[in-house]
């Protein structure tokens, strides 16, 4: 059973930051294709906020690059979103994701964690 337990969001003023945890059990992250961020504002799509592959290629939404910073600690077997400069619009619900399978064609998600930016 393959768990991924999100943590360390709450509420910022903007121009402040947070940094969120994602620690997977049952399964290590050195086998799962990707590990991602996505969020979820209301009345909004889930997006993808950044991602890495398990080779260690990194990608971000065009709102987050130069800002946020996704990172692995394959010890703690945990990924991290270092989110600074926040914005008010960075309000969301974030999630982490893992992609795993011969085609990326399955997900684990976690449960989500409330960030919240106050102008």
């Known amino acids: 059973q393959v768990q991924l337990v999100e943590s360390g969001g709450g509420l910022v003023q903007a121009g402040g930051s947070l940094r969120l945890s994602c620690a997977a059990s049952?399964?290590?992250?050195?086998?799962?294709?990707?590990m991602n961020w996505y969020r979820q504002a209301p009345g909004k799509q889930r997006e993808l906020v950044a991602g890495i592959t398990s080779g260690g290629r990194r990608n971000y939404a065009d709102s987050a690059k130069g800002r946020f910073t996704i990172s692995r600690d394959f010890a703690e077997n945990t990924v991290y979103l270092q989110m600074n400069s926040l914005k008010p619009e960075d309000t969301a619900v974030y999630y982490c994701?893992?992609?795993?399978?011969?085609?990326?064609?399955?997900?684990?998600w976690g449960q989500g964690t409330q960030v919240t930016v106050s102008s």
């Open positions: 994701n893992g992609k795993y399978g011969s085609g990326s064609e399955y997900d684990y």
């Open positions: 049952g399964r290590s992250i050195f086998s799962i294709n990707a």
